[in-house]
């Protein structure tokens, strides 16, 4: 019956293919082929003219509709070329216009087919624009690398700095001091590089471009007009000449301090009691004296300027805090010296007049422009000015942009010889999965990543996972055993999660925690270690078994509990009489000791009872049992047991071969941001050749601990006899064959 559902349903899908075939010939023209492939019909891309009539495939009949850049085992830079909006992902749209490119600027797409790192020049279509294009870069290429001959590789593109480094230009609009011969030039050029910066040429060098040599002459014209600025104001913005800057960093320390000794003079006027607690007091002397006090300066540094006066002046030529003596004598010099100040003596009006004297000085140094080309001097800037080099260094930039479009059609060399060995490739794990079905198993899918060896077994099927989230969601509707891996590598000295898929043999040891070990595509190992278990049937043998080793479980966690409750009983009643032991050593006063319960032999009669008759009903089930088997004819013990087995593990075998045919890796992909537009089914012929068992040789091989060998033959013999004797009197009791012999019967 089930044979049936399942031919009427592959007849059913099978017309239904037939009519969409029909109709996609009627609708685009093209004598599309067709392949089942992994029990799913797909489009077999085997010809130069599939790949140019791709665009005509109705994309239902797409395996994948999208997939990711990274993470596969396909050249991510051929994979970037191809997205062309740059979003991480290859859409059909994308492969589609890659198709349409690659066979317009060939001679014969069947070239695509061979999958090789380089092209000849006379594979270029030449009568087509672009293909022109690139024959002539590819020559231009050839010979600034000074190669002789014609064909080029991916190694010949993969590196564009070679390609340049005889020229001094390289079309990226950067360039450095290696780009001209003249030392003017050069030494500009340094001196743009150390004010605004570097950008890195293609050669490798520190470069700069049109906008930061703009900024570069606009800092230095900023910087030069700020400067004239300040001369021609010379004698409002420098009151004190060269010293203007000095005084004003003095002044700026001391402002506070000052205005603080004009406050306290003000205070100590209003009372000349209150003179000596404003002034420096003896006591707070006294109270550092037995320390360092050049360890106090900053203790120091807190006690008035100078000694209180009530006449309200500041005394220039006494003696002042020596915390502040230095920035007071600098102000004394480059300001004070410089005022009219009758007898050295400061008063508060002539103090405050002071930040008048400083404000055009600081408004002028507010106002300075960008401080970068401040260190190459004055003088440097105003000789660069002077120069007018600018306009040569402009031209060396446009010269180098005139190359520009050479270099971009040596990216789209690049970019032809990348398409050309990949591209077939990736229909192949695109459009179809022929890769992954490959029956001779010599190819692997770009999504394998490797080789997972573990508990004697070897996964093939082992995916890199990009997003463990994803992966919690989408996976287990697989219906496959996956086992998810952390890998790390010393050579590499990096990590990546991993997911296996457990196809075939049993589950066995199969625990989170368990170490692997794990290669991937380039030979380089990993170390594993299970860190995630999504289950599911692996085999129908490993689904037959399973029953009985359930109900081993059951049977060893009964005894394991029985066990440890009847340990942890015995451990209770010896530690209980111990403690009732010596309870009844010391008397206690004025309590009496209670009586033990009287023992209740109606309560104990009932339970042995009821023990008792479930042991007969269990007894008399399995005499029926044992009784109705021997009275069954001797062919027909063998189908009952075969009946009995089948009753047992059939549900389960069945469960796991209606899930077996079902395993598809379509989620498992999707979990990875591919868009699977087809099935992709795991059957149970196919999952054994993603996951193969060790098998050993049969040979006969002493186990040097075996001690079977150390019992003597004929002690086997005699206990064997025995054996077959129980049996027979069991066989002859149960069925009564023992009457006519005047023995007891049943």
Not at 455 to 481: E, P, T, W
Not at 691 to 700: I, L, W
């Amino acid at each position: 019956m089930e044979f049936c559902i399942i031919f009427a349903a592959y007849f059913e899908n099978l017309l239904l293919m037939k009519k969409n075939i029909n109709l996609l010939k009627k609708n685009s023209g093209y004598d599309w082929k067709f392949t089942n492939c992994g029990g799913v019909m797909r489009v077999d891309i085997s010809t130069g003219q599939d790949i140019a009539h791709l665009a005509e495939l109705d994309q239902k009949m797409w395996t994948v509709l999208s997939c990711p850049t990274k993470g596969l085992e396909l050249d991510s830079k051929t994979l970037e070329m191809m997205d062309s909006d740059n979003d991480g992902r290859v859409r059909a749209n994308e492969v589609i216009a890659a198709s349409q490119w690659l066979t317009s600027v060939l001679n014969d797409p069947d070239l695509i087919l061979r999958q090789e790192d380089y092209i000849p020049i006379s594979a270029i279509n030449t009568d087509n624009e672009e293909g022109m294009k690139i024959a002539n870069s590819i020559r231009q290429i050839l010979k600034n690398l000074g190669l002789e001959k014609d064909s080029i590789s991916i190694a010949d593109t993969a590196d564009i700095m070679a390609i340049f480094n005889k020229t001094r230009f390289n079309g990226d609009g950067i360039i450095t001091e290696g780009s001209t011969d003249d030392e003017k030039l050069k030494q500009l050029i340094h001196d743009c590089m150390e004010v605004v910066g570097t950008l890195d040429d293609r050669s490798g060098d520190p470069g700069v471009d049109t906008e930061k040599s703009e900024l570069f002459f606009q800092q230095c014209a900023d910087y030069k007009a700020w400067k004239e600025d300040g001369d021609a104001r010379k004698n409002e913005v420098f009151p004190f000449g060269d010293d203007t800057e000095a005084g004003l960093h003095a002044y700026q320390a001391l402002k506070d301090k000052i205005d603080d000794y004009f406050m306290r003079c003000k205070l100590a006027s209003l009372n000349n009691d209150a003179t000596g607690t404003l002034d420096v007091s003896a006591t707070r002397i006294e109270a550092i004296s037995e320390k360092s006090l050049t360890e106090c300066m900053e203790e120091i540094a807190a006690y008035p300027l100078a000694r209180i006066r009530t006449d309200k002046f500041l005394q220039l030529d006494a003696e002042v805090n020596p915390a502040w003596r230095d920035q007071f004598n600098t102000l004394k010099t480059f300001v004070f010296s410089k005022l009219n100040i009758a007898d050295n003596l400061l008063d508060e009006t002539t103090w405050k007049s002071i930040d008048a004297h400083f404000a055009a000085y600081i408004a002028w140094v507010a106002a300075k422009p960008a401080e970068d080309v401040e260190k190459l001097g004055a003088d440097r800037i105003a000789a660069i000015l002077a120069d007018n080099q600018k306009d040569a260094l402009m031209s060396l930039i446009e010269q180098d942009k005139a190359l520009e479009s050479e270099f971009n059609e040596i990216s789209t060399v690049d970019k032809l010889l990348h398409f050309y060995r990949d591209f077939y490739r990736l229909l192949k794990n695109y459009i179809t999965f022929v890769d992954f079905y490959d029956k001779n198993r010599k190819n692997k899918a770009i999504f394998q990543a490797g080789t997972l060896y573990i508990d004697q077994r070897c996964c093939d099927l082992c995916i890199k996972v990009s997003d463990m989230g994803k992966h919690n969601q989408m996976a287990g509707f697989s219906g496959m055993y996956l086992i998810y891996c952390e890998c790390y590598s010393k050579q590499k000295n990096e990590t990546m999660t991993i997911v296996a898929a457990l196809t075939n043999g049993e589950v066995r040891d199969i625990v989170v925690g368990k170490n692997a070990l794990f290669y991937d595509r380039d030979g380089v190992d990993w170390d594993a270690k299970i860190v995630k278990i999504i289950e599911n049937p692996i085999s129908i043998r490993e689904a037959f078994w399973s029953p009985y080793r359930k109900f081993v479980r059951f049977i060893e966690d009964l005894i394991n509990k029985f066990a440890s409750k009847q340990d942890e009983k015995v451990t209770g009643d010896v530690t209980g009489k111990i403690s009732e032991t010596s309870q009844n050593l010391v008397p206690v006063q004025g309590e009496e000791k209670k009586s033990k319960q009287a023992f209740d032999i109606a309560k104990f009669c009932g339970i042995f009872a009821a023990i008792g008759l479930a042991i007969g009903a269990i007894g008399g089930f399995l005499t029926a049992a044992v009784k109705g088997f021997f009275l069954l004819a001797w062919w027909q013990i063998p189908i009952v047991i075969l009946g009995i087995m089948l009753l047992i593990s059939g549900p389960a075998m069945l469960m796991a071969w209606l899930k077996l045919r079902r395993r598809n890796l379509a989620p498992v992909l999707d979990a990875n941001s591919w868009a699977v537009n087809a099935n992709a089914l795991i059957s149970i012929p196919f999952g054994a050749t993603l996951t193969s068992v060790a098998s050993f040789p049969v040979v006969k091989v002493p186990d040097p601990f075996d001690n079977s060998k150390k019992t003597p033959t004929w002690k086997k013999v005699l206990w064997f006899i025995i054996i077959l004797l129980v049996i027979a009197f069991c066989v002859l009791f149960f069925t009564n064959s023992l009457a006519k012999y005047g023995l007891p019967i049943r």
